[in-house]
């Protein structure tokens, strides 16, 4: 099995990688370096890498994570800033590709759109729709592989998820979501209007503020806000003395250590949590804002995810007059703006409708089992990676509370210790299979003590876990390390066979 063809010029891998995100991409190293005699492609269906870091081009994209926790394992972050700008991201990115030669592996303009495993022929075939880069001519291929690895992110790539808005129609000025920012929009000296008050909104209002002439964030509901250094002194630091995989390691684990540790408090003292954190913004804004109104959710801290402010540049935008904040409901869009059910209206040039994402499951893709359609809803989690009675699959999703790296480094760890195990035992399937004791299992949502919006919209179509190992999926990077990371493989529930070599299981 050993690669010695280049990626472009074979249908048929040991593994398909689906994505060339930050997941796809780490995954890919992974694979190169810990299972070297398996044939490997990344499928990826934009035209560049970088998943959600090449999409988003809206003014000031950056990590809402620190880059010692979203960065790799294996690839230290050297930037000086922890919190990160996209094109940095990016670039931090490409180096991966060349420095572990991925590039040739990578098939871009490759969207797959159905994949159908056969027991009979113990392997996924995908059927593809490859777009020309130079023509756009599209066309439909057949890839097959022994082992399906997804890692194409958990939200659509067609459209971001906006709500239904009265006299939307009647608006006279751009109406733009951030997922599809136009490039040559021009806000120099006009009054621009972003609904929402999540990640994204906090991070176009300062951005966008010293060039337009005013940027209002209408929120209907306030949002945790935490305003923390761009810059890790420790790790910039460590740096100058430490060899830099050993100055990355410490500050990786530190903050890896912090994370946990604040949210752990906000499940414990959360009253506590929470007035730190207001806190933090009366220090940012002063004595004299409403930081009642307009900062203080009706939620404990980490109920929802908290947004992350670097250098309190939302803080200085308020403060200097170039932007506001607007607590309130929509009544309707106007011809110049939006009316407020309060009866006040807000006058825009350009609305941003920063109203966040649409989830899916594994890529929008059909997938097919021995001829029946899976419904993954119906399916139990398997240690927060695989799904029940799905053979020869894997796929990444990352934290809600933490980094996301943090659970595709994990992920992509097992798929290794996974392949390695088969070849050893001469096993070619591998399906994850609920014990007897498990059929009475509680059934619980697959994220738990989350109810973000994004999620509870979507919360429907994804796999259950239940209240035992390894049908969980805990969001807990420490329990993940032992049940992913260190726990066993051939584990009484994961079981291994080769249908093509005889009905004896192995393993």
């Known amino acids: 099995m050993a690669d010695t063809t280049d990626a472009a010029t074979t249908n048929h891998h040991d593994v398909l990688i689906v994505g060339a995100g930050i997941s796809g991409l780490g995954g890919a190293v992974h694979l190169r370096e810990r299972c070297p005699d398996h044939t490997f492609a990344i499928l990826e269906g934009r035209p560049d890498i970088g998943g959600t870091w090449d999409l988003f081009r809206y003014p000031g994209v950056r990590s809402d994570s620190d880059m010692h926790t979203l960065g790799y394992r294996f690839k230290p972050w050297k930037h000086e800033k922890s919190i990160a700008d996209g094109p940095v991201i990016m670039d931090y990115l490409r180096e991966t590709v060349a420095e572990y ?99 994204t909104a906090m991070t176009v209002v300062p951005a966008m503020a010293d060039t337009a002439e005013h940027v209002t964030m209408l929120q209907r509901s306030p949002t945790y806000v935490v305003a923390r250094p761009a810059k890790d002194v420790i790790a910039n630091r460590l740096r100058r003395f430490l060899p830099p995989r050993l100055a990355y390691a410490i500050v990786r684990r530190k903050n890896v250590f912090r994370q ?48 992350l402010i670097p250098d309190g540049d939302l803080f200085k935008a308020i403060r200097s007059g170039k932007a506001s904040v607007v607590t309130d ?20 040039d350009i609305i941003v409708t920063a109203t966040g994402l649409n989830l899916v499951t594994l890529g929008e893709m059909d997938f097919v089992v021995d001829g029946e359609p899976v419904d993954f809803a119906r399916t139990w989690t398997y240690r927060g990676l695989g799904y029940s009675d799905i053979p020869n699959l894997v796929s990444t999703f990352g934290y809600v509370n933490a980094s996301w790296t943090l659970k595709a480094d994990l992920t992509s760890e097992y798929v290794c210790r996974l392949l390695n195990h088969m070849a050893k035992a001469g096993a070619t399937r591998c399906t994850p299979r609920l014990r007897p004791d498990d059929a009475d299992m509680p059934q619980r949502k697959w994220i738990e003590d989350f109810p973000a919006g994004y999620m509870e919209r979507s919360m429907h179509l994804l796999p259950r876990q239940g209240d035992r190992a390894p049908w969980l999926n805990p969001q807990d990077y420490r329990r993940d390390v032992k049940m992913i990371r260190r726990g066993a493989i051939d584990d009484g529930v994961m079981t291994f066979d080769a249908p093509d070599r005889a009905a004896v299981p192995v393993g």
């Open 101 to 199: 030669d991925l590039a040739r592996h990578i098939r871009f303009g490759h969207r797959v759109t159905r994949a159908e495993w056969s027991s009979d022929d113990v392997r996924w075939t995908l059927t593809v729709t490859r777009t020309d880069g130079t023509t756009g001519a599209e066309d439909e291929v057949t890839m097959t592989c022994g082992f399906l690895f997804m890692c194409s992110g958990y939200y659509s790539y067609r459209e971001g998820y906006t709500p239904v808005f009265e006299g939307r129609d009647r608006f006279r000025g751009t109406i733009v979501h951030p997922q599809q920012w136009p490039e040559d929009l021009d806000y120099t000296g006009k009054r621009v209007l972003v609904v929402g008050s999540g990640a």
């Open 260 to 307: 946990g540790l604040v949210y752990r408090k906000t499940r414990t003292e959360p009253e506590k949590i929470r007035q730190l954190m207001l806190a933090g913004v009366r220090a940012g804004l002063g004595p004299d804002y409403d930081v009642d109104t307009h900062f203080t959710p009706s939620y404990n801290p980490w109920d929802q995810r908290l947004c």
């Open 329 to 348: 409901t929509i009544d309707t869009f106007t011809e110049d703006g939006i009316l407020l059910d309060s009866g006040e209206e807000l006058h825009a």
